[in-house]
């Protein structure tokens, strides 16, 4: 199947840093894609949706001037959190979803996450 | 809005052991139903889906029915093994269509 990477897959910062995830579809083209944060133990929470040129939409209750997501072309979007704060430890994931054709409607591609902790 | 509702974990068994993952949802019309998997240090994966109101999804030796009339799609495996432990995830899209919405996960433990 399609393949999407997240780098890093780790990442430590100290507090009032900004840290960047990159999410990268490896071998289609992604014209969407999304940014879920899961916390232990619960599900996967959607963020924001990002479509490739234009502004991401975000859902209620996420900081779009906290977590700014650039969709700056199919194959790659990137999460910045800016100022990070120790609440902002969690695991990021990015999702993909291909053009017309590639995977059924509602089927999307994960990429393998990303875990910040902030000290 | 569409929202989904799985048993809460964890499930512990003994390889062969038969496995059920109880899955329920609400939704507006009939969307397209899904199973996710988490391996360890893995990201998600799609294990099965159903299109329609019962189909049978299957994969692995996992199978689902999507049964419209108890709003269900329940996750099935008749004999699981030590490498079926994972988290598993119930999904379905939101009711714009533009996102998938999750359960919260059921965390499978296979013993030998």
């Known amino acids: 199947g399609a393949v999407v990477s997240q780098h890093p897959s780790w990442v430590i910062c100290k507090s009032g840093t900004s840290v960047k995830i990159e999410c990268r579809s490896l071998?289609?083209?992604?014209?969407?894609m999304f940014w879920y944060r899961q916390f232990p133990k619960q599900s996967l929470m959607l963020m924001a949706t990002s479509n490739e040129g234009s502004k991401a939409t975000y859902e209620q209750g996420v900081e779009k001037d906290k977590f700014l997501i650039n969709h700056a072309s199919l194959t790659l979007s990137t999460l910045t959190v800016t100022s990070a704060h120790p609440e902002d430890s969690s695991f990021y994931i990015c999702?993909?979803?291909?053009?017309?054709?590639?995977?059924?409607?509602?089927?999307?591609?994960f990429g393998e996450g990303s875990r910040l902790t902030v000290l | 809005g569409n929202s989904v509702t799985q048993m809460e974990g964890p499930v512990t068994l003994s390889e062969e052991a038969f496995l059920t993952i109880n899955c329920t949802y609400t939704a507006t019309g009939y969307p397209s139903l899904f199973w996710y998997v988490q391996y360890p240090g893995e990201g998600l994966q799609l294990l099965l889906k159903a299109t329609k109101a019962d189909d049978k999804g299957s994969n692995k030796g996992f199978e689902a029915t999507y049964r419209k009339e108890t709003t269900s799609f329940h996750l099935e495996k008749g004999s699981v093994q030590v490498s079926d432990s994972a988290v598993y995830f119930c999904?379905?899209?939101?009711?714009?269509?533009?996102?998938?919405?999750f359960g919260k996960g059921t965390t499978l433990s296979v013993s030998s």
């Open positions: 999702s993909a979803r291909g053009l017309a054709g590639e995977g059924l409607p509602g089927e999307l591609f």
């Open positions: 999904a379905l899209p939101n009711q714009a269509g533009t996102a998938l919405i």
């Open positions: 071998d289609f083209q992604a014209t969407t």
